[in-house]
């Protein structure tokens, strides 16, 4: 190898070095202490743990709050990215596509640049203050915004997050609502990159606004879509701050919105299971890797070129 060449190479490494240096003590590092943890019966405070092998994986299978969990992901898994993405779809094409033509090109509706920071709005906020906002909201009595609007119209009050039927889906609502600005706005980034003749010649051949929509916009969108699934599916395997501060005991009723990470804190930190919780993080990871590769290879398909 010639010096040019090692001096090439030295200079990309020495980049190289304290970030990999970084990423391997705060990222890769826990990880492998954490699959460490699963194997031993630790409960936070002993000085040697004690290790058990798989036993804390075979609990998992028998843990029946473990599969409600489970269970609640699955739910949110379908629910929320495909929810989110049609929204989102929806809405920036109406802020990018939807006023239809104007003299030699294609506009958004009245007013979209201020639509598109209404819908963000909600991305900028904490999840903390989402919580908080959305338990105002959602209050079991007339001080609610959602309860005291009923009880005006002379309907018995709701319990949006006391109700196990409820409960899930009243969260998936706030998730779906914090989340679609931000998919709108990245939507509207992939339809700004695709070339205005493309609509301009098929609204010239008379293709009104549900043929652009899915003849167009979306084939084109579609790499952007697998982005925004992936996403939008590792946020389903998370939710723990806004599950923990909007529901009712933290994963509550009776479990009804409970999620593995809850599951996780509550595990580690109110029973001392350090082990245990670490055995379900482990499962979580793989869950969460099994389901971004599949839908990678899924969806994956020849790039098409603009």
Same mark, same amino acid.
Request: net charge positive.
């Given at each position: /190898? ?12 020495? @980049? ?9 003590? $705060?990222?890769?590092? %826990? ?22 092998? &798989?036993?804390? @994986? ?19 898994? &379908?629910? =929320?990215? !495909? !929810?989110?993405?049609?929204?989102? &779809?929806?809405?920036? @094409?109406?802020?990018? !596509? ?15 640049? $201020?639509?598109?920071?209404? @819908? $963000? +709005? ?15 909201? $959602? ?13 005006? /119209?002379? =309907?018995?009050?709701?319990?949006? =997050? ?38 301009? +010649? ?13 003849? *167009? ?16 599916? *590792? ?25 593995? %990470? ?5 595990? +580690? ?38």
């Amino acid at each position: /190898m010639s010096t040019e060449r090692l001096r090439k190479y030295g200079f990309v490494a020495g @980049f190289l070095v304290v970030p990999l240096t970084l990423y391997l003590v $705060f990222v890769i590092s %826990p990880y492998i202490q954490a699959f460490q943890l699963a194997l031993t019966s630790w409960n936070g405070y002993q000085r040697n743990p004690t290790y058990v092998g &798989l036993a804390n @994986f075979g609990k998992l299978f028998d843990d029946e709050v473990f599969w409600q969990a489970i269970r609640n992901h699955a739910v949110i898994l &379908l629910v =929320l990215p !495909l !929810l989110t993405i049609a929204f989102a &779809l929806f809405f920036a @094409f109406l802020l990018n !596509l939807g006023g239809g033509s104007r003299g030699a090109g294609m506009r958004g509706v009245w007013g979209s640049t $201020f639509y598109k920071v209404v @819908f $963000f +709005a909600p991305q900028v906020l904490a999840v903390a203050v989402v919580g908080v906002l959305w338990k105002a909201i $959602f209050r079991p009595d007339e001080s609610g915004v959602v309860n005291g609007a009923l009880i005006k /119209m002379g =309907l018995d009050p709701v319990g949006w =997050l006391t109700e196990p039927s409820l409960a899930l889906w009243s969260l998936l609502a706030v998730m779906i609502w914090q989340a679609v600005g931000f998919y709108v706005v990245l939507f509207s980034a992939g339809m700004a990159a695709i070339p205005r003749d493309y609509f301009e +010649a098929a609204a010239l051949d008379g293709a009104g606004r549900f043929r652009l929509f899915f003849s *167009i916009t979306l084939p084109l969108l579609r790499d952007t879509i697998q982005v925004g699934w992936v996403y939008l599916g *590792i946020a389903a395997f998370d939710c723990f701050a806004l599950i923990q501060v909007l529901s009712v005991d933290a994963g509550g009723p009776d479990g009804a919105t409970t999620v593995l %990470p809850v599951e996780i804190y509550k595990t +580690a930190f109110s029973y001392n299971k350090v082990g245990y919780a670490s055995a379900m993080g482990v499962a979580l990871f793989f869950l969460t890797i099994t389901f971004a590769v599949l839908t990678l290879r899924v969806s994956r398909r020849e790039k098409i070129e603009l």
